[in-house]
């Protein structure tokens, strides 16, 4: 990990309040002495106190700085493992959600729109089925670098989803601008050769998205761009398509209605049955009575 400026600078002011403090204890500690009377020749005094002073606090302010400088950056490891995917370094799924949700509460105050796609790559298992996981993992690095690359630096959010998934926030874009990056960016994917030890490998990615307004489920249209995706790898997989937001109670009412509709048909069905069984049931113990025929006369 790369040792920030800011840990740095923070680290030697950590050193110079050590050392600083040091000495005006020692100063300090010199002038009360003194006016005890106790010292013959002030000025030789306090240079001799000063000058082991020096020597004490100079060791303790370098390894009480060099220990501070450790532990922050232990910190930002600590950090960055809590909010990042440990292979490819790309965002958790945890923190792409606060991500998205502080997203909707600026677009609030934008009035604007974005967009939120669902990236995966097309027969991964075969890569890591041919090639080995190695390879796997480094076809994802590569992805992950590639998408990074294509995107708006701070304004535009890249997440690992989980395994070959990944998802990505497109800030301040409407439809036809989120379909431009999600192309550009999947023939991106599909030129990108990966160096694997003594194997080049090419993957395709599909894509699903669907836009995100101030008013939007994060979830719900996580799952709509997911719907996209699923119907991307229906029609023939390396392509993009996109998916209408529907908010979460308009869409559990579609349901309650789509189950009732579906409940009605079976209790409807269930009637006709038993009413076709009990028709059955009426004819069958009803008396039958046969032809009238001619009666024999007696002889």
Known sequence: MRHSTRDILQSVNFFTLVCASALSISFIVSIIVYRMGLPHDVSDYVRMNLFVTCCIAMPTAIIASLHDFHERMYKRKLEALAWTDELTGLLNRRFFMRAAEEECRRMRRTQRTAAIAVIDLDHFKEVNDLYGHAAGDQVLKNLAQVAYAELRGPFDKLGRWGGEEFVVLLSDVNSEQARIVCDRLRTRIQESIVKTGLYQVTVT???????????????????????????????????????????????????????????????????????????????????????????????
Do not use: W
């Open 205 to 299: 990615a599909s894509f699903g998205y669907c836009m995100l307004s101030a008013g939007s489920d994060v979830s719900a249209v996580i799952e709509a761009a997911d719907r996209a995706l699923y119907e991307a790898k229906r029609l023939g997989r390396n392509r993009v398509e996109t998916a209408e937001y529907r908010h979460p109670e308009v869409q559990d009412l579609a349901e309650f209605k789509k189950r009732n509709a579906a409940t009605y048909k079976r209790v409807t069905a269930f009637d006709d049955d038993a009413s076709d069984d009990l028709r059955a049931a009426a004819i069958a113990s009803t008396p039958r009575f046969g032809r009238p025929g001619k009666a024999r006369s007696s002889r």
